[in-house]
């Protein structure tokens, strides 16, 4: 294979001659000198060019070449600590690959979100988009690399899907043929059944919920990691929740530094993100949000405001237990200690950000869960594979779905969750 350079790795060619391949993504001129910046999806990188130093072709062509042409460029690689990124490259020869046809629609100037989501195809090259979808792409492989390494087996579940899992006002249908089919709102039944024949099971992949949320932390479709664990109980489950997520950051924190300086991200704020994390009740929950003057009547839901609040009570994630049944699906186990709530948990992200997991022990009885079914009218017919996980053999079991771009969303500090996934689905978006 041939050489190649990316300006990732640029400190170990310090002093080396190197051709980097990338697209022109700035460009300033002091009179004789031109100060090109480029970009080949591993970083950003100042090329310095003086009149002279190349043929007088290609230095008028560089002059004048529209931004995000794509081009080759050789030179010599020197530390600079006035450099962004600490290096620069003395251009020594340049071809251009393709010159731009028209001006790039983004600019230097300040556009709105609107037009910026129109053009999302373009706006991910980028240098804020760089650092968060970089930094999605860590977070992913830490959270995969966690499971991993522990034997966990990963067992991808169907997209499409007869039945819901997640109740049914978010269902988005289709056609399976002759039959309607439903898009997965989460993989986590069928995690249930695949933990029963391989123990320690994780899934990862979408999930749709045609949900009529406008908020910044919703998407219509996102992207979760769901482990499912056999013989486990609610505070097994909050521990794998625990080490997972602080792994995630951990990660992120020593590999991402670049990145996260781009977005200006408060680094002590991640820093803190170590076990353990505060665990309180649903009740207790319910208290400090009136104590904080934010009033909340116990047995509700609790919506985005209220976890903001919530999560502005800690300086690390927290851990949310025994929410009511009345909130919480049908296969959440009853607390043995309080029949009014379930062995569910939520981790709610700080400064802010709220619900980041969702999760718990699982209904182990088949004849009771069968009954929940029938309350929530769940039509049974379809299920009757999952009643078999009950039926043969069952066990204390439980999982948690955690939201990458929930999670990507906080660790990178930004407001909104449109910008944690390369082509977001909204409500009022589907394009590009
Ligand atoms: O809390 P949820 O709905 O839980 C489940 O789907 C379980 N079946 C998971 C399981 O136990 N295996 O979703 C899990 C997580 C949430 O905590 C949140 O991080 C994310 O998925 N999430 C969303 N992210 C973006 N947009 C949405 N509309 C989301 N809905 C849930
Ligand atoms: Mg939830």
Known sequence: MRQRYYIGDIGDYDGQE???????????????ILFLQVRDGTG????????GDVDDEIFEELSALPMESSLRVTGCVAADSRAPGGFEVSIVGAEVVSAAALEYPITRKEHGVPFLMDHRHLWIRSSRQFAILR???????????????????????????????EGTTTLFETNYFEESAYLSQSGQLYNEATAMAFGKVYCLGPAFRAEKSKTRRHLIEFWQIEPEVAFADLDDI?????????????????????????????????????????????????????KAGH????????????????SREFDRPAMVTRYPRAVKPFYMENDPDDDRV???????????????????????????????????????????WYLDTRRYGAVPH???????????????????????????????????
């Open 135 to 165: 930094i999605r792409t860590t977070a992913i492989r830490a959270a995969k690399n966690y499971f991993d390494s522990r034997g966990y087996v990963q067992l991808d579940t169907p997209i499409l899907t007869p039945t819901a899992c």
């Open 295 to 310: 009033s909340f009547e116990w047995g509700g839901d609790f919506g985005a405001e209220d976890e903001t609040v919530l």
């Open 342 to 384: 379930t062995l569910s948990v939520d981790m709610l992200a700080p400064e802010g950000y709220g619900e980041i997991v969702g999760g718990g022990q699982r209904m182990m009885d088949a004849t009771e869960l069968e009954a929940r079914m029938r309350e929530d009218g769940v039509p049974i017919d379809d299920y009757q």
């Open 398 to 432: 439980g999982g948690f779905g955690l939201g990458i771009e929930r999670v990507v969303t906080w660790i990178c500090g930004i407001p909104h969750i449109r910008e944690s996934i390369p082509f977001p689905r909204m409500l009022n978006r589907m394009r590009p």
């Open 44 to 51: 950003f990188i100042q090329c310095v060019v003086g009149r």
């Open 238 to 290: 909050m521990d794998i929740q625990e080490e997972l997520v602080a792994e995630m950051v951990a990660t992120v924190l020593s590999e991402r530094g670049p990145e996260l300086a781009i977005l200006e991200r408060d680094i002590d704020a991640l820093e803190r993100v170590k076990a353990p994390f505060p665990r309180i009740t649903y009740s207790e929950a319910v208290e400090l949000l009136n």
């Open 18 to 32: 190197v051709t980097l391949e990338g697209w022109l993504a700035g460009r300033r001129s002091s009179g004789k």
